[in-house]
């Protein structure tokens, strides 16, 4: 799996809505830009991927519109070899990356990205009961849809940058309640990726998820966090929500890996292996 991350540190832009306004709309930058996602592409050639376009990226265009037609962005002028009847908006450059990859990877599949943020409210972090979390998921959807993702394979969603044990420390609650008693919980986080991908009509990928479990002490490289208990202990859960992958790794250096984990989550995948439980619906 490649996640291709480069838009922010490429333009050396304001993260957020520059990234938007500024990069997006420069044709000199954006020529430089789709050249090296070609250029990735074609380093993939036939072989099999997973291929993750931009994390955040698409999430600062929703917060700006929810229709990304309005967007303008350097798409056919940018690059015409390969995207010269897309239309010049954030739009257009999405259907450019779907289209791009089918050409010059045949084999791979690929998503764009979508962020619990991006509808201007964080659902997956929601404390409200009626909040209408389906709704929310039903507008992000609609929003990719616009962007082409129906032409995709998947839509990627993520759960946290960091482990919840590390924001606790930072007088921030990020923890989904593995009850699902209270809010914010994983029924909840499932309910609205499965909206997504009913709106798209693609399934979900959940990426990033933190390797951190409960029985670590919030240090760095050991900070607490349970979705990888939860994940890979409720499969057919994720089935019924539409996902077709949970993939984990930490968001920053000085949080808990695979290596550092006490090795839970070697554990728990051995014992999901182990059980032959199909992960599919």
Sequence with gaps: MISYYTQLQGSRVQEGAQQITVAARDAAFMARYLADYRFVLQQIGSAVALIHVEP????????????????PAAVASANPADCAGQESSIAGLGRCFIAMARKYAPNAKVGLHASGWGANYDV??????????????????AFFKALGADASDFVALYASDRDAGYFQK??????????NVKLPNFHQALQWGKAVAEAVGKPVLWWNLPVGNTALDDSP??????R????????????????????????????????????????????????RTPFCQ
């Design 56 to 71: 955040d990226f698409w999430g600062y265009a929703q917060q700006l519109s929810s229709d990304p037609h309005s967007l």
């Design 124 to 141: 997956t972090l929601n404390t409200d009961a009626s909040y209408d979390v389906a709704g929310n998921g039903r507008r992000t959807g």
């Design 170 to 179: 930072q007088d921030r609650n990020t923890w989904w309640d593995a009850a």
């Design 221 to 226: 490289l050991h900070y607490r966090d349970n």
């Design 228 to 275: 990888v208990d939860y994940f890979l202990t409720h499969m057919q859960e994720l089935a019924d929500s539409h996902a077709v992958a949970a993939i984990f790794g930490p968001g920053a250096s000085d949080q808990t890996t695979a290596e550092s984990d006490g090795g839970n989550l070697k554990a728990k995948a051995r014992a999901y292996a182990a059980s």
